[in-house]
């Protein structure tokens, strides 16, 4: 999406505030790996659930993704936010980088299970830090810490760090998602570099 000009800062609506249940649309930007990668990585995932021995359901192939930024869980999209959001974001330049994922782990608090990497993802580090400064410029708040990951399934099972066979990916061009909250449906709202389509819907 092409913007001219600075963009609004994202404004809050008052009112009653929603149950969270009728908060049905979680909005934030992500990168996500080219098909190809994306099959790597699946392979990849689905090896390490037998290893661990993993019950619960992997992630889709197609909703493997590294978020960048959350905006929070919405009962509708506010229109600012999107123009606000894409607006920043043109701002920054695309990335064009690879990553390399060496690391296995669970994050206790959320239960994710995750890859992750240390010298292999400095550049994406830096990346969402640009952008992170783009996103303030516009009057958002952005959590000031970040770990570069990638989670392929949520578990009870305590999982420690270990290593894992290195696999690498490009990272070359961003999205601002639409997850429809419970239907695990990912929902393109906009993409710099511009993709073919305005709007994607991934199911």
């Keep these: 999406m092409q913007m001219t000009g600075p ?3 994202p404004r809050q609506t008052p009112g009653i505030a929603l149950p969270r249940e009728h908060l049905a ?14 099959e ?10 037998e290893r661990h021995a993993l019950k619960g359901k992997m992630t889709e192939l197609h909703r493997l993704h590294v978020t960048l930024h959350h905006f929070g ?12 959001a894409l ?21 206790e608090k959320s239960k994710a299970f995750v890859l992750c990497g240390s010298e292999g993802t400095a550049a994406l ?4 830090q640009r952008l992170s400064e783009a996103l303030a ?10 770990t570069p990951h990638m989670t392929l399934a ?9 290593p894992i066979e290195p696999i690498r990916w490009t990272a070359d061009s961003v999205a601002l998602v639409d997850s429809h909250v419970g239907k695990r449906v990912y929902e393109v709202l906009g993409r710099w570099p511009a993709a073919p389509e305005p709007s994607t819907t991934l199911v």
Excluded at 87 to 107: K, M, Q
Excluded at 137 to 146: N, V
């Design 125 to 128: 580090a830096a990346f969402r």
């Design 87 to 107: 607006g920043a974001a043109a701002t920054v330049a695309p990335p064009s980088f690879d990553v390399v994922f060496d690391e296995a782990l669970r994050f």
């Design 40 to 49: 790597r990585i699946a392979a990849q995932s689905a090896r390490l659930g």
């Design 137 to 146: 410029k516009a009057g958002f708040a952005c959590e000031p810490s970040f």
């Design 154 to 162: 949520y578990t009870s099972s305590k999982i420690e760090a270990h």
């Design 7 to 9: 963009p609004p800062p």
């Design 73 to 84: 869980r919405f009962a509708a999209v506010p229109a600012e936010l999107l123009q606000a």
């Design 25 to 38: 649309h979680s909005v934030f930007f992500a990168i996500f790996p080219r098909p190809g990668d994306a």
